[in-house]
Each structure stands twice: as C-alpha cells, then as structure tokens.
C-alpha cells in the first residue's frame, strides 16, 4: 500500500524577539534612547511605544523585570542580519591545497610541484604535502620522508611545519601553515 502525501499547513516565520502585545510580563525595565530609563508596567510601556509609533521589543527575556527597547523592530532585524554578514565575511576560512609526490620523484617534477606549493602558501592557504606509496614501492619510506623534509626546508621563508612527516597506511603526510607578515 503506498502512502499519499499530505501537504503540511504553512507555518507563520515567529519573531525571534517577544514584541508589543506578545510579551507575557507584567512590568518591564524600559532602555533606550528616546525613553526615561526605569521599570513601567507592560500596559504604560505599550502606550509609550504607540505614542512614538514604534515597536516594544523584548531584549532579554530572562532579566527580572524582562528588557524591552522600542525601536523600529523591522530596522532592526535588518541591522541585525547586516552585522551577523559582516560578522561572517570576516571569518577566516581555512583553504588546505594537496600536492602529491612518489618515493622517487625526479629533481624536475620535485622543483616544478615546488613552485606550486610556494604560490599556494603565498596565497595563504595551508599545505598538505604527501608522498604515495604504490605496491611495493613502501621500503622506500626513508626516501619519502627525506623528500618531504626537502620540501619542508625549502618552503621555510613562506610556511612552517604544522605536522612533520606521518606515515598512514600508504600515505606519508606533512602540513605546512603560511606564515603571517605581521608589521
């Protein structure tokens, strides 16, 4: 037997914040700018809200008496979104790029992913340096670990080594963290 589906009743976008005749206390402590900073009862903070033709909005609900400010509730919201934006904007994001050796990587490959891995640094992105052991190619281990260090020390103005060489399963693993010029 199938089921039908059954379309779900909208639900209204509630207001994170308790505003005019949703606040539930019987006096609030009133903030502001425009206002006489003290604790009035809900129904004289109402009036005082209407008269400015604005909102009441509740601050912190968990204060006793609760918080309210009036203000424009809508041009806060939006000043609000504005500044989590720019809140998020300004948050690092943390970029890794890979670069992929053999145990036997030749001078030319080595010099050319090199260059790779010092633009990527500069760029400020980390730098995951691994060396992949195919078959039996794993007793060569000593050969991939000596080509990270290499790698390691020729990057040494740009990055430092957050991790040295780790060997897992097959993969021997190194980060490298852009150092940041600070004046």
């Excluded at 053999?102 to 001078?107: F, I, Y």
């Excluded at 992913?113 to 400020?124: I, M, S, V």
């Excluded at 103005?157 to 060997?167: A, F, I, N, T, Y």
Aim: net charge positive; with cysteine.
């Amino acid at each position: 037997m199938r089921r039908r589906f059954r379309p779900q009743p909208r639900r209204e976008n509630k207001n994170p914040h308790n505003i005019n005749e949703n606040i539930k206390a019987p006096e609030v402590r009133l903030v502001g700018d425009n206002v006489e900073i003290g604790v009035y009862p809900i129904s004289k903070a109402l009036q005082k809200a209407n008269e400015l033709e604005l909102d009441l909005v509740e601050i912190s609900p968990k204060a006793n008496p609760p918080v309210c400010k009036i203000i424009d509730y809508k041009k806060f919201l939006y000043e609000q979104k504005k500044r989590d934006k720019a809140m998020k904007a300004k948050a690092t994001k943390v970029i890794v790029k890979e670069i992929r050796f053999g145990p036997q990587t030749d001078d030319h490959d080595y010099a050319f992913k090199k260059r790779h891995a010092e633009k990527f640094l500069k760029d400020g992105a980390k730098l995951k340096a691994y060396v992949f052991f195919k078959g039996r190619s794993i007793v060569y281990k000593d050969q991939g670990e000596i080509l990270l260090l290499r790698l390691a020390q020729d990057l040494e103005e740009l990055g430092k080594v957050e991790q040295m060489p780790k060997l897992e399963g097959k993969r021997m693993t190194m980060f490298i963290a852009p150092k940041t010029n600070k004046k």
